[in-house]
Structures are given as C-alpha cells and as structure tokens.
C-alpha cells in the first residue's frame, strides 16, 4: 500500500474536495477494496458511537474525498485507519490528519498532503524566510554556522564574537594529502562571562568555524574564502546512498529471479503436460501390442511398467493449458472444486507383471501396486482394463462395474475394490489379487490332477467336501450382494475366483445393477449373452431379478459338480432357449445324490416366485456341510460324458 501518512487540511475545504490518493496492488492479481475507519485512542461512553469520518474513500480507486464540511475545526487532529483487503487478507495503515484554521500555507488545499516533501537545503537557510522548511535528511550541530553568514549579538549587552569581516583563504594550494586543519574556536570575553552569570536563562553563544589560512598568498594579494561540510556528515550521507543503492540492486536482483522462475515453470509445465500426452498414447499402444500375443517379449515396450507421473515443479496446484499470457502462467479460472475420490490411486504407483486373462474387450493385469489399500510397500493386486477395439458400451460396462464395486463393503465371498485410475483412459479398475484364478479353469484342471495326481505322492485334490463348500461359498456372496439390492446378471463358475486357500469369491461385475429402489430390471441394449445361465424370463421377456441370478446359481451348482463342463452339452444355443421354455432342465450327473440336485432343480422352477432366495440356498448348503456323506461321487465321475463347448453362436461360455 502506497499512502501519504500525515494529511494537512484546511477547514475551508468545499465538501467533496478530493484529499489523496491511495495505492496498492497485489501480487496474485486479486481484486482489492479500500476503507476508512475510525481510530479511537479512549473508549467512549457506553451507548455513544463513535463520531463520524468527515472522509469517504472510493472503495475501487482509492480515491479520498471530504463528505462533510470542516468549518469551526481548526487546529483539530484526527486519526483514522486505511484498509485494503483481497478478500482473505486486510492491511491497515494509521493515517494523522492535521485541520488547519485558515488555508493551507502555498498547497492550495487538500491537495497539498499528496506533495512529495522538499529536499533538505544544504547548507540551511538562516534568513529571510518565513515558510515551514521539512527537516534536513540528517541534523546539523546546533551550534554550527557556515563561513560568511553575519551572526547577530544573542543579547543586548553581550559583544558579537569575531564581529570584524570573517577570515578569508587564498587561493587553494596542494596540501600533498594533509588533511584541512581543524576549525579555530574563538575566545569568549569577559563580557560573555558576566552575562551568563548574571543571567541563568541566556543562549549558548553560537561557535563561528573558521579555516586557517595556509601560507602564500594568490597573486594579488587577494585571500580566497572557502569553506566545506564536516567530513562526519559526509561519511553518513555516502553511507546512506551506498545501502539504498544496495537495496535496490537487492530488489532488481529479486524481481528477475521471480521472473526466471515464472519463464520456467512455465517451460516445464508444457513439457510435462507433452510427456504426459505421449505416455497415455504409448499406454494404449502397449496395452494392445501386449495383447495381441499370448505372451510379452523382453524388449516389447510396455507403457504401464514404464509409466512415470508428472513431477510437480512446486506445491502450488496450476492449470495444465498452455496457452496463456506471455507475461507467465495463465491464472487460474475460478469454479466449481471437485471432491476428491478416495478410490483414485495414483498410475505412476503400478507395474505390470504379466497378463492374466483377456475376453474380446477386455483384459486382466497382474500388477504391482505402491502403498495401496492402507499397506506400506508392494502389493499384488489384479487390473481391468479396456482394448482398444473397445466401444463406449465397454466403457459404460466398466464403469458399472466399477460403481457398483464402490458401494460394497469388505466381504470375505466378494472381491474387493482396492482402488482404480479414471481421470483419463485408459480406466483401470484395481481389485485383489486372487491367486488361482477362475473356479472354472480350477474346476477343470483339477480332472488332471484327480487322475494323475496320486502317483507322486499325497496331493491336494479336490473332494466332494471341498465342491460342496464351493456352492457354500457363493451362495454367501449372492446372498450378500442381494442384501444389498444388486443384481448380478451373470452369475456362473467362470465369473468366480478362487484364492490359495481355496476360498470361493464373486467377481465380473460388469452386468451387475444396483435395483435398491426397485428389484426387476429390464434389459434395453444388445450384447452377448450367457444364454445356458439365463432363466426363462431373461431369455424371452428381457427381465432380470434376485431370482433370475439364483437359476443362475443352480446352473452354476451343476458346473461344480460336473468340474466345469459346458451346461447343456451337445445342443446349440436356440434349441437351449426352446427346451428351457418348453420345461426341459439339466439332467442329474450319474455321481451326484438326489439331495443336492433337488436344490439345484429348486433354483430352476418356473415360476420366479417359487424359486428360494440366496439365504435359504445358504442354509440349505450349510446343512449338507454338516453331513459327513458325500453328495459328489467323485470316483464315479464320468469323464467320457461331459466335455468343454467352445462358442459357436456368439453366446458367453
């Protein structure tokens, strides 16, 4: 703030009058406005307000006019506060304002208090002049006169000192470096003495500093006068001008280093805003390189391991546009802020491993992941992505699923979210890692292990306990997500995982609805479908329920049971749909007891209504845990009889 601290005016100014002018700026280019308030040294009577400013500033200018007239006011001293404020910060400077009675001696008003004051006079004036003079930059001595100025008695009766003509110099010799000789200081006589005593209060006689006149004389005889400031005052006015030129080479100094700074963070920006871009591009170019083999050579690039995130050049946020002022970086445009989401994980903190599974638009990373989920250091974890062949359908699939996945709670039937990257694509969905992968692939593979397994040893095949606790475990999943209004819509064995300790957990939730509201969705957009999971009421009328993922489940118990085969072997996907209308279900596997087929039957009835729920399914499977029978006869299994379909008619398998 830029401001004259002592105003002087004349009670005689008109009303609107202008005073001042005051000045600010801001270095963040905000807006500011001005003030005046009142400075109240003694508190007055309670109930009393104060008395009003005969001032008002203009709060966008800074201008200062009167509003009230000053007559009778003279002679009175007033003080006040200037604010300026941003909006956040206010500054305040004490002003002392001076009424004088009569004008304002050659200012012309109140426009005299935004004169700059008058240097000082070197040396001063002693005569003559009758107007007010600011003080010198620095004091001279009291008792100091220049050579040549007459001194006046300072009493009557008191002789003037040296009162002949004042001693006079020749013209000036070299000295050879010597130094001027001290000033002589004259004897007082005896008349001073007795009227200093005579008298306590008279002056101290003013010392009169002459120089010595050194010898030989100017031609002509004629002696030169000279005379010069005390080498003290010299000293501390070069002083003076040596630390203001100090102060200013110390602001030029800085005022270009800030502007460098600006030049560069601004050159840096754009380069990080263009590594930025060729990182994504490379990103999505990697991705489909990778995918497009079955596996990934050592010197494929691969975007997401090498995948850096922009160093911030400072702790302050700036807009990423580049095109801005040349003056620096452009400011920021004021609107609405953003909450942060907590599931959004950084994506310089992930490395790719290798891929897990892919489908036609979508594929499946194992990944390492910095500080994720609350644990310091790497983890393991599992990413989702997109191809690139992948259409915005995709994408809304995938952030459904997403959704969806962000509304759940930890279950220990349920994959878990751990965190996802969609600020910009490609979208990653980061979920636990699940060690063994899809339930089908376990189910299958674990044909292999059953027939050869024993020969090198114990082994840990699977057992009809083991199935059993499988359709347990799922059923606990759904009947969780059920609890929470979500439909799966595409629930089957490939779409559950297994973790090492063979613990069963619902995933794919890229069908998945969220029907808290109502409990039947209807089906408006194409795709494929997994038309052998899908009850009668999907197939044909596009209606999807609890009880159309609980047929689902009982179509996924026969999977289980039958270790991954294809449902409804050896028929195409149109005589599926007409048998399934027409009444026809899945037969019962020759090595499974009629109490665990009658649940599955159960699940496929007809009519939704009459279809248990997933907590009855819970119940129903936990009672046969408790059994010590085995209701899958495993070393009955008929591998001649159930054999894998691959997709022949665009249908999900």
């Known amino acids: 703030m830029h401001i004259d601290r002592d105003w002087l005016i004349s009670d005689a100014e008109p009303v609107g009058s202008v005073v001042t002018r005051v000045r600010a700026s801001d270095a963040e280019g905000d807006a500011l406005k001005f003030g005046l308030e009142p400075l109240q040294l003694y508190p007055h009577p309670q109930g009393e307000p104060p008395p009003p400013l005969p001032f008002a ?24 506060y200037v604010t300026v404020s941003d909006g956040t910060v206010t500054a305040k400077n004490e002003v002392v304002v001076k009424v004088s009675a009569g004008p304002v001696s050659g200012a012309g008003g109140a426009g005299s208090s935004r004169r700059p004051p008058r240097p000082p006079n070197f040396p001063p004036q002693l005569g003559g002049s009758s107007r007010l003079r600011p003080p010198p930059f620095l004091p001279f001595p009291t008792n100091f006169v220049p050579p040549g100025v007459p001194v006046a008695p300072i009493h009557p009766g008191i002789p003037a000192v040296n009162p002949g003509p004042p001693p006079s110099l020749p013209a000036a010799t070299p000295t050879h470096g010597r130094p001027p000789p001290p000033p002589v200081w004259p004897t007082l006589g005896p008349a001073f003495d007795n009227a200093t005593t005579s008298t306590a209060t008279q002056a101290v006689p003013t010392l009169v500093s002459t120089v010595t006149p050194t010898q030989g004389s100017a031609p002509g005889g004629d002696a030169v006068a000279t ?41 840096s920006k754009e380069d990080l805003h263009k590594e930025a871009s060729g990182l994504s591009s490379g990103m999505s170019s990697g ?56 599931w959004e994980f950084p994506r310089h903190r ?49 952030l459904q699923e997403l959704a969806v996945m962000k509304t759940l709670e930890p279950h220990p039937n349920v994959v878990r979210l751990l965190g996802c ?17 899809k339930l089908q692939s376990f189910l299958r593979s674990s044909r292999a292990e059953r027939d050869y397994g024993n020969l090198h040893g114990p082994s840990r095949t699977l057992t009809s306990r083991d199935l059993t606790s499988f359709l347990c475990q799922v059923a606990k999943g759904m009947e969780f997500l059920s609890s929470k209004g979500i439909i799966h819509r595409d629930l089957a064995a490939r779409n559950v995982l297994v973790t090492e300790d063979r613990t069963c957990k619902v995933a794919d939730f890229g069908f998945a609805r969220d029907l808290m509201d109502k409990n039947v969705y209807e089906r408006k957009s194409e795709g494929r479908l997994p038309i052998r999971w899908m009850a009668p009421e999907s197939l044909y009328d596009n209606v999807f329920s609890v009880k159309s993922d609980v047929w689902s489940f009982g179509v ?58 997933f907590s009855e399914l819970v119940q129903r499977t936990e009672d046969l845990l408790l059994t010590e029978t085995d209701y899958i006869e495993l070393e009955r299994f008929p591998d001649h009889s159930y054999y894998n379909m691959s997709s022949l008619s665009g249908e999900k398998l």
């Open 57 to 80: 500033i203009d709060e966008d200018t800074g201008v200062v006019k009167t509003n009230a007239s000053l007559k009778d006011r003279g002679g009175e001293l007033m003080r006040l």
């Open 227 to 267: 005379h010069s400031l005390p080498d003290s005052l010299l000293v501390m006015v070069l002083l003076a001008v040596l630390c203001i030129g100090l102060v200013l080479a110390g602001v030029l100094v800085l005022l270009r280093r800030r502007l460098c700074a600006r030049r560069a963070a601004k050159a």
């Open 287 to 342: 991705l489909s390189s990778g995918l497009s083999s079955s596996g990934m050579s050592a010197d494929e690039p691969m975007a997401m391991q090498q995948w850096r995130g922009p160093r911030a050049f400072s702790n302050r946020y700036e807009a990423w546009e580049s095109s801005g002022s040349a003056g620096g970086i452009p400011p920021i445009a004021p609107g609405p802020i953003k909450p942060r989401d907590r």
């Open 350 to 398: 992930l490395q790719v491993y290798d891929i897990l599974g892919e489908g036609c638009f979508g594929q499946v990373w194992r990944c390492e992941a910095l500080d994720i989920d609350g644990k310091e250091g790497k983890s393991i974890v599992a990413v989702k992505t997109l191809k690139e062949n992948a259409g915005e359908k995709e994408r809304t699939d995938l």
């Open 421 to 437: 990257c969609t600020d910009k694509d490609p979208l990653f969905v980061i979920m636990e890692f699940v060690a063994r992968g």
């Open 556 to 613: 996924l118990m026969w999977e289980v049971v039958t270790l991954g085969s294809t449902p409804y072997p050896g028929m195409g996907a149109a005589d599926v749909m007409r048998k399934v209308r027409d009444g026809y279900r899945l037969d019962k596997p020759e090595h499974c007891r009629r109490e665990l087929y009658n649940i599955m039957f159960y699940c496929w009835d007809q009519e939704a209504k009459d279809r248990p729920d």
